[in-house]
């Protein structure tokens, strides 16, 4: 297999592992609520939103010192012992405890900072500069199926269930568990890949425990894997503060902000419109479906459009935004204000328009889509501008994203539905033009460099 084709099936790979993983990290993440109000325990006193608030509050923290464990085990490790604290995790609510349940929460928000920058380091590594726009495509596309089943499962399995049983529960769990150890196992499959200059070095092992993304030729004897940890710190450190991720960090924020809204907000704000009838609730996971099929159609429509694409990737993020925009003003007038805030029987209230569940379901759609767009396009020129320091780099947009996720969901709990609608308006507005700046200055250096190799 040529070197390209062998990078290429470790993207595929990549996208499987984490397909697997995230149907099932996601359904439980979706369902953990409701099991959580039917376990009929009295010495269990979780809470599905507080645990959702450690883990994003653990995962900003903790990917500042993910690139220094990275570069300490690698990133093939540094994936498969993360996704078992992510099995972990859902293996606890087979018999769940209060303890364990909160334990397991800040283990995950540690191993999801891990996670993800080893996988933005996988993805910078098996890339190109004329590949990394289709590996990112064709990642995420592969990534957002695990939205499509999960929520499929969801509706299928539980439509018209009053009540969870604990048999009903741990059945369900136990397979969740299972999916997600086979989506770990799965990064075992991926290869070195091979360098340019020595293509024949077909033979090598899988990825090596340590990382020198620099082209230096000093080895790994030379350099202590403490020193190896503490100088991934330094560079996340510094490239936080670097004009190109200054100006990108608007960008990434705003994938935080609308990442909590079509994740948690919005499904919520369907189930709580009465308006839609007895199924309201169920629309939750058919509304789950509809953003996954927009993220998946983004990633790979992107992903195979790559080479075609003669104008950079400010068409695609100015595609996110016009689409998430009609999706904010849809949602606006089909959708009442007091929708995120209402108690469990739901909102009678109607917004501006009589409420229709075909423009709900469409405005779920355009979600994912728009997603798509700006998050391929971000791993694109992260990995693009930040060749050489992927790790920590993708480690730092992990940490801008996950802190604006959590600020998300920390006004989500207060804050009227069109008041979170303006917030997103405003940041994605203010996001797009910082990424058309930051493409204009990533192609200006790429053709610098071009000149300087004539």
Not at 88 to 112: C, D, K
Not at 292 to 302: A, P, V
Request: glycine residues 10%; contains cysteine; aromatic residues 14%.
């Amino acid at each position: 297999m040529s070197p390209e084709g062998k990078a290429l099936l470790n993207i595929v790979i990549l996208g499987f592992g984490f397909m697997f993983m995230f149907t099932a990290f996601q359904t439980c993440g979706n369902i953990e609520q409701t099991v959580i109000k039917n376990f009929n325990s009295s010495e269990f006193h979780g809470s599905g939103y507080t645990s959702m608030s450690i883990i994003y509050g653990v995962f900003s923290a903790s990917n500042l010192i993910a690139p220094s464990v990275v570069a300490v085990i690698g990133p093939q490790l540094s994936m498969f012992f993360s996704g078992l604290l992510y099995s972990g995790y859902i293996a606890m609510f087979i018999y769940p405890y209060t303890w364990s349940f909160y334990t397991a929460s800040v283990l995950v928000g540690i191993g999801a900072a891990v996670l993800w920058t080893a996988q933005g380091n996988v993805l910078a590594i098996n890339s190109t500069d004329s590949t990394i726009g289709r590996n990112s495509g064709i990642f995420w596309a592969l990534l957002q199926f695990s939205l499509f089943f999960g929520n499929l499962y969801i509706y299928f399995a539980w439509h018209g269930h009053v009540h969870i049983t604990d048999e009903d529960r741990q059945t369900v769990f136990i397979s969740l568990t299972v999916i997600s150890l086979v989506g770990c196992f799965l990064f075992f499959l991926i290869r070195k890949p091979e360098p340019e200059a020595a293509p024949s070095e077909t033979s090598e092992p899988l990825l090596p425990t340590e990382i020198s993304e620099s082209n230096s030729t000093t080895g790994p004897s030379s350099v202590g894997l403490c020193s190896q940890a503490v100088d991934a710190f330094v560079k996340a450190c510094k490239l936080l503060v670097t004009k190109e991720m200054l100006l990108l960090s608007i960008s990434i924020a705003y994938t935080g902000l609308e990442l909590t809204f079509y994740s948690g907000v919005y499904g919520t704000c369907i189930g709580a419109m009465t308006r839609f009838g007895q199924d309201a609730k169920s629309l939750i996971g058919v509304s789950g479906i509809f953003i996954g099929m927009g993220e998946i159609l983004g990633g790979g429509l992107f992903g195979m459009l790559n080479k075609c694409n003669r104008f950079g990737r400010n068409p695609v993020v100015l595609l996110g935004l016009i689409t998430h925009f009609v999706a904010f003003y849809l949602i606006f007038l089909n959708i009442a204000s007091d929708a995120p805030l209402a108690p469990e029987a739901g909102t009678d209230l109607q917004a501006y328009i009589n409420p229709s569940v075909g423009v709900a379901l469409l405005c779920s759609f355009l979600l994912g889509l728009g997603d798509s767009c700006f998050n391929t396009q971000l791993l694109s020129i992260i990995g693009f501008m930040f060749r050489d320091n992927s790790a920590p780099a993708f480690a730092v947009f992990k940490f801008i994203q996950s802190i604006m996720a959590a600020l998300a969901f920390l006004y989500s709990n207060f804050l009227p539905l069109h008041w979170q609608l303006l917030i997103l308006v405003l940041v994605g507005f203010l996001g797009s033009l910082s990424f058309f700046v930051s493409e204009w200055l990533a192609e200006s250096s790429r053709l610098d460099s071009d000149y300087d190799s004539i």
